[in-house]
């Protein structure tokens, strides 16, 4: 798979697009993609330490990129926490990475889902979107036979738009499929 397909992409024909879209006067008014962040969050992770290690193998899988663990900024005695117990999985993916990342989801892991009929469209009020998947197994990265425990994460597109509509028109470029 050519890493570059979708950066030169976005220069080549997104970029005009937006700005006719939008009229801006130069392109570095065009909103352009910063980073995707994935997130885990791994509430049972308390009680068992096995959920974290297999957490950060699979996101590691699913990212190209080593994955790092979160963990809690405080006690909570209800729910059996300490300060600094590993609570999450999070990666960051810019640059290349984030495009090769983008391309998978969009072309191969999203037609996975079952029943898919597009992703909902609603934006963070800051031209960001964050997505979330019920299931790390759409991604073919990831053996299903060596599967224990479905998982969920949080994909979010972290854009440089100044509102919902650029970032929705940005990221609708580059292929995200949103219900209509």
């Known amino acids: 798979m050519n890493t570059a397909s979708l950066k030169q992409d976005y220069k080549e024909r997104i970029v005009p697009i937006l700005m006719k879209e939008f009229g801006y006067s130069t392109i570095m008014q065009a909103p352009k993609l910063e980073k995707i962040v994935l997130n885990q969050g791994l509430g ?43 609570i999450g999985v999070r990666v960051t993916l810019r640059g290349d990475r984030m495009y090769e990342f983008l391309e998978r989801l969009v072309r191969v892991a999203l037609p996975r889902i079952r029943d898919f009929k597009g992703i909902n469209s609603k934006m963070d009020g800051r031209g960001n979107y964050t997505l979330g998947i019920e299931e790390q197994i759409i991604f073919p990265e990831i053996n299903i036979d ?23 028109a940005l990221l609708k470029e580059f292929g995200l499929p949103f219900k209509k």
């Not at 599967?147 to 949080?154: D, E, F, P, V």
């Open 146 to 168: 060596a599967i224990t425990k479905l998982m969920g994460m949080n994909i979010t597109f972290v854009t440089t738009a100044n509102t919902d509509e650029e970032g929705f």
């Open 44 to 86: 049972s992770a308390v009680a068992d330490k096995k959920i974290i290690e297999i957490a950060l193998n699979e996101m590691t899988t699913i990212a190209g990129q080593k994955a790092v663990a979160t963990v809690s900024r405080k006690d909570i005695s209800n729910f059996k926490l300490r300060k600094k117990m590993p």
